[in-house]
């Protein structure tokens, strides 16, 4: 499963909401209830499923979802080196 499927299934989990698709594209303006303490919760599961680690200051630069999967992709390469 792919990062983004992946990060699908942890939003529809965090938002109780199974009609969620996300491209990278998608902002929190797109999900309803994606305020500051959902935005904790994402990041708590995004770290439980992928075993990386955020700071405040990285999370607070993502604009969407893509540099969500860009951060992840990294990390998880950066793990594997």
Same mark, same amino acid.
């Not at 996300?22 to 303490?37: G, R, Y």
């Not at 540099?67 to 990294?74: E, P, Q, R, V, Y």
């Given at each position: 499963?792919?990062?983004?499927?992946?990060?699908?299934?942890?939003?529809? *989990?965090?938002?109780?909401?199974?009609? &969620?698709?996300?491209?990278?594209?998608?902002?929190?303006?797109?999900? /309803?209830?994606? *305020?500051?303490?959902?935005? &904790?919760?994402?990041?708590?599961?995004?770290?439980?499923?992928?075993?990386?680690?955020?700071?405040?200051?990285?999370?607070?630069?993502?604009?969407?979802?893509?540099?969500? &999967?860009?951060? &992840?992709? /990294? /990390?998880?390469?950066?793990?594997?080196?």
């Amino acid at each position: 499963m792919d990062i983004l499927k992946k990060l699908e299934v942890i939003f529809r *989990d965090v938002f109780d909401d199974e009609d &969620i698709i996300l491209t990278n594209e998608t902002t929190a303006n797109d999900i /309803k209830d994606w *305020d500051s303490l959902a935005q &904790i919760n994402l990041i708590v599961a995004i770290r439980r499923e992928f075993q990386i680690n955020f700071d405040l200051e990285e999370v607070s630069k993502y604009k969407n979802v893509g540099d969500i &999967i860009g951060a &992840i992709d /990294k /990390k998880i390469n950066l793990a594997n080196n």
